[in-house]
């Protein structure tokens, strides 16, 4: 589940897109570009393209060629090297084809006190949940068979998956469990819901006595994919946290109903997520991935809807109090959407009343 940590949203990030773009437009004059062809000898026009909580970005434009030249201004990995982990994992899946390339890292901060990643602009727009499902399927079976060397991989491993999530989410409930106003009743179910994950935990022996390793992204919600229409392509483009760990993470992530309603209305029932998923299989040539996908997808995903509920509890605390500075209308919309006995129910109810 992506869902923005709502304190990030006090930093005035539109005001600092415009304080670093003329920083980046001296670090273009003054760095030597001599072995790098795509930026040497041209004189480029840099202006904002997007933002996030962890990234700024700039287009890049000289004649005909479009860049996206990407500040890191945090980390959701805890990580100093941040734009490195980026950067390395890009070059992992240049040849996949549906990523975009990347072609330049700096993160010596000599020139500009931030991490800096230059990479292939994609023109397009964000993925629509009710046409672009097998593109999504086919470009997840596509990076997910991407070979990458499992030995000497920079890659984070997800050697105890469900228990991670479950450490993460009960230290994020707490702050909810914390709260004067929290509402007693979604208090008690989110309670009992936390202790039957530290049982279900156990499951992760399966992903541990079965293992089937790729480089996974973790975040798939649908702003992080650029779709061309008039060419009938889709690319991932956000690659800050990704992982060596279980498909499953991916296409449970992209299926929840926390990640599909956050930008848009659509919740998928389950003959769309069925198509989705044989979309996805009919691209896989492993057999035993096939066999096995179900089992891993139902092991995985009430721990993927944990961890955005988890984060809503505690986003729907700090907006509340005076720490959440600036508030985002949509994201406390959604919030009080999610932060809903029924809604939670709906999501964890089918998990609990099958517990032995």
Known sequence: MSINHPLSESVNLMGLMGQILPKVQAYLKEQDWTDVPRMHGRAFEVS?????????????????????????????????????????ALKLLAESGVTPRPYFVD?????????????????????????????????????????????????????????????????LLQTYFDSDRADPAIRDYLRDLIGWADAARAAERYYQDDSWPCIINTEVNSGNFIVNRSKGTVHLVDWEMPRWGDPSQDLAHFCAPLTTLWK??????????????????????????????????RLREPFVYLRGISWSAMGWVAYQSG??????????????????????????????????
Not at 114 to 131: A, C, K, Q, T
């Open 48 to 88: 904002p393209l997007a933002q996030g909580e962890y990234n700024l970005n700039y287009l890049l434009r000289a004649d005909n060629l479009r860049l996206v030249f990407r500040v890191n201004i945090g980390t959701q990995i805890h990580r100093k090297d941040q734009v490195l982990y980026e950067y390395q």
């Open 107 to 171: 993160d010596t901060r000599r020139f500009l006190d931030r991490g800096v990643l230059i990479m292939e602009f994609l023109p397009g727009g964000p993925l629509d949940y009710r046409s672009d499902t097998a593109l999504a399927a086919a470009l997840f079976a596509r990076i997910h068979q991407t070979e990458v060397p499992e030995a000497g991989n920079h890659l984070i491993r997800e050697s105890a998956p469900l228990s991670l999530i479950y450490d993460e989410c009960a230290g």
């Open 264 to 297: 848009t209305s659509y919740r998928m029932n389950a003959a769309e997520k069925a198509r989705f998923l044989d979309a996805y299989r009919s691209g896989i040539r492993d057999r035993h991935l096939n066999d096995t996908l179900p089992e891993r997808i």
């Open 323 to 356: 720490d959440a500075g600036m508030k985002n209308p949509d994201t406390w919309a959604k919030l009080q959407q999610y932060m809903d006995l029924a809604f939670i129910r709906s999501l964890f109810d089918p998990f609990l009343k099958s517990a032995p």
